[in-house]
């Protein structure tokens, strides 16, 4: 299960070469996990065509899980804001996201002054490591992925995104770059997943847009759009 936290959902040949373990020895533990429901297997995404032969499954962890690394106050903080959205409506939630994300901001930016622009978003990912959200980093070809493996407040972030898009803002500012989310566990995806672009990229793109939106369209009605 901490193999599973700390990297992403896995197939059992992944679990097996990081853990040390025989396939077989590894889908024995699986099937104990997805008995008690603490695991559960999913087909994988396919993006293109599909090759021969059926592709292995990955495993994931459950909210039962989830619930397992310290998210027992969940109950609580939900509790906590659906009295605060009924009596000073969803804008005080959002402030109150914004809050505890300045918290963070606060700590990340000492933690990130005098580091290199192009390690910015590796040094973000220790610190994350460190506050318990198992982050790391994948290389993508336009840029970085900043991947959370645990969030420990996901089964609130489900009923409240503003805590989401207030953390999301953070990386935005920590990083000096417009980021983008991706996936989210409070959304049933297995890993909190933030696009992080390329600076040089990003810069050849916004010097393209103004041709892009000057260039004029005639519509089917002969008006020009």
Same mark, same amino acid.
């Given at each position: 299960?901490?193999?599973?936290?700390?990297?992403?959902?896995?197939?059992?040949?992944?679990?097996?070469?990081?853990?040390?373990l025989?396939?077989?020895?590894v889908?024995?533990?699986?099937?104990?996990?997805?008995?008690?429901?603490?695991?559960?297997?999913?087909?994988?995404?396919?993006?293109?065509?599909?090759?021969?032969g059926?592709?292995a499954?990955?495993?994931?962890?459950t909210?039962?899980?989830?619930?397992r690394?310290?998210?027992?106050?969940?109950?609580?903080?939900?509790?906590?804001?659906?009295?605060?959205?009924?009596?000073?409506?969803?804008?005080?939630? !959002? #402030? =109150?996201?914004?809050?505890?994300?300045? +918290?963070? %901001?606060?700590?990340?930016?000492?933690?990130? @002054?005098? $580091?290199d622009?192009?390690?910015?978003?590796?040094?973000?990912?220790?610190?994350?490591?460190a506050?318990?959200?198992?982050?790391?980093?994948?290389?993508?070809?336009?840029g970085?992925?900043?991947?959370?493996?645990?969030?420990?407040?996901?089964?609130v972030? !489900? #009923? =409240?995104?503003?805590l989401?898009?207030? +953390?999301? %803002?953070?990386?935005?500012?920590?990083?000096? @770059?417009? $980021?983008?989310?991706?996936?989210?566990?409070?959304?049933?995806?297995?890993?909190?997943?933030?696009?992080?672009?390329?600076?040089?990229?990003?810069?050849?793109?916004?010097?393209?847009?103004?041709?892009?939106?000057?260039t004029?369209?005639?519509?089917?009605?002969?008006?020009?759009?």
């Open positions: 299960m901490q193999s599973i936290l700390a990297d992403g959902p896995s197939t059992a040949a992944a679990l097996a070469d990081r853990l040390d025989t396939p077989a020895a889908r024995r533990h699986l099937d104990n996990l997805v008995a008690d429901g603490l695991v559960e297997a999913r087909e994988p995404r396919t993006y293109g065509a599909r090759g021969r059926r592709p499954k990955t495993f994931s962890l909210d039962s899980g989830r619930h690394f310290h998210q027992a106050y969940d109950d609580l903080a939900a509790s906590a804001l659906h009295y605060l959205a009924d009596a000073a409506g969803p804008e005080a939630v !959002a #402030e =109150f996201a914004r809050r505890r994300t300045g +918290e963070l %901001e606060e700590r990340y930016t000492e933690t990130l @002054r005098g $580091v622009p192009a390690d910015r978003v590796r040094a973000l990912a220790v610190a994350l490591s506050d318990g959200y198992a982050a790391s980093v994948r290389t993508a070809p336009v970085d992925q900043l991947c959370q493996h645990h969030c420990p407040v996901a089964h972030a !489900a #009923e =409240f995104p503003q989401c898009e207030a +953390e999301t %803002e953070v990386f935005s500012r920590l990083l000096g @770059r417009h $980021v983008q989310r991706l996936a989210t566990i409070a959304h049933g995806d297995g890993v909190c997943t933030t696009n992080v672009p390329d600076p040089v990229i990003a810069a050849e793109g916004r010097r393209r847009r103004p041709d892009v939106l000057s004029s369209v005639q519509s089917p009605v002969g008006r020009t759009i």
